[in-house]
């Protein structure tokens, strides 16, 4: 979450939206995402969309190109990826 968080901040004046999808909580996510300073967009109740993607493992990560289309995907989360998804989110904005 806090790289998803830094992630949001590094291009939010670029018009690029990072958006969590909370599933299956036990506690309150809203509560969560104060208490850890989180401020990209979080959608609750994400069961249905687990579903209907056949999601296979929590976290799933999409980047999502300017025309809607899905441009990188990735399943399970490793810090490792993060600067990869930087440079991926970078190309697709001079693509633009």
């Known amino acids: 979450m806090p790289k998803l968080q830094e992630l949001h ?3 939010e004046k ?4 990072v958006f969590g999808i909370s599933t299956w909580e036990r506690g309150d996510p809203v509560k969560l ?3 850890k300073q989180l401020t990209y967009q979080l959608l609750l109740n994400g069961e249905k969309i687990t579903e209907e993607y ?5 976290p799933t990560i999409y980047i999502i190109g300017t025309d ?3 441009i990188h995907n990735a399943l399970g989360y490793d810090p490792k990826k993060f600067d990869e998804f930087v440079k991926i989110v970078e190309k697709a904005l001079k693509s633009k």
């Open 68 to 70: 809607g289309k899905i």
């Open 9 to 11: 901040e590094q291009f």
């Open 54 to 58: 056949s999601l296979s493992a929590l």
């Open 33 to 35: 995402m104060t208490e």
């Open 14 to 17: 670029e018009g690029v939206k």
